[in-house]
């Protein structure tokens, strides 16, 4: 079993950076698919950035340029610069399995076993 626990969300304004973290526990995080996922009420869950095992590295188009998502053993993280009012979100970092993470065709969230409980991120314009 793996518990994620996001931080780091927040209040600033357009053009500012923040620096999302997801610490994991109960097992590294070693052998996992990892992504960053975002939600605003009343849309649908969409993925942002996924990072997988081998270090495979995928990004939203909407972000492409202005996150950067890394890991480390026991941590995920998810650098946002120049950020716009449209990436107001809660923000879920997942852990899922590598090998699923590499077929699926579409969102990695079908792929994602380990959901944390989110961070919420708002820009101000």
């Known amino acids: 079993q793996v518990e994620l626990v996001e931080s780091g969300g927040g209040l600033v304004q357009a053009g500012e950076s923040l620096r999302l973290s997801c610490a994991g526990s109960?097992?590294?995080?070693?052998?996992?698919?990892l992504g960053w996922f975002r939600q605003v009420p009343g849309k649908e869950r969409e993925e942002v950035a996924v990072?997988?095992?081998?270090?495979t590295i995928t990004y939203a188009d909407s972000v492409k340029g202005r996150f950067t998502v890394s890991r480390d053993k026991n941590h995920l993280y998810l650098q946002m610069d120049r950020l716009e009012s449209e990436d107001t979100a809660t923000y879920y970092c997942?852990?899922?399995?590598?090998?699923?993470?590499?077929?699926?065709?579409?969102?990695?969230?079908?792929?994602?076993?380990?959901w944390g409980k989110g961070t919420l991120v708002t820009i101000s314009s």
């Open positions: 990072i997988n095992e081998d270090g």
């Open positions: 109960g097992s590294t995080l070693d052998d996992f698919c």
């Open positions: 997942a852990a899922g399995n590598p090998s699923v993470c590499a077929a699926v065709i579409g969102p990695r969230s079908v792929a994602m076993d380990y």
